[in-house]
């Protein structure tokens, strides 16, 4: 079974997409959107991306959210896949990395799931 490639997306990238009740999705802004969803449809992904998110101070060392039950490279291959869907953004600081959750991006996915208005 091939595992089609998700497309990356620009870290600043504008959040997309008006609430999916108020108009129909460009087929940009569906594949730009799938990317963000089809990366956090992965429960390891999706509780590195919570751990993330919940850390205190707004970032996340990868040495205090690793332990999700996999494997070191495991946990840097689902970490680059959230990068690449433009969900999280990283620095370096000497041996470490740093994670934060690119806020644009979710309040994006956020507004696009907004079903009251």
Known sequence: MSNPKVPVLEPDAAPCCPPITSAELSAEDAVRMAAMFKALSDPVRL??????????????????????GVSQPTVSHHLKKLREAGLLTSERRGTWVYYRVAPSVVAGMAALLDLSR
């Open 47 to 68: 509780r590195l991306f919570s751990r993330v998110a919940s850390h205190p101070g707004g970032e996340a060392c990868v040495c205090d959210i690793q332990d999700v």
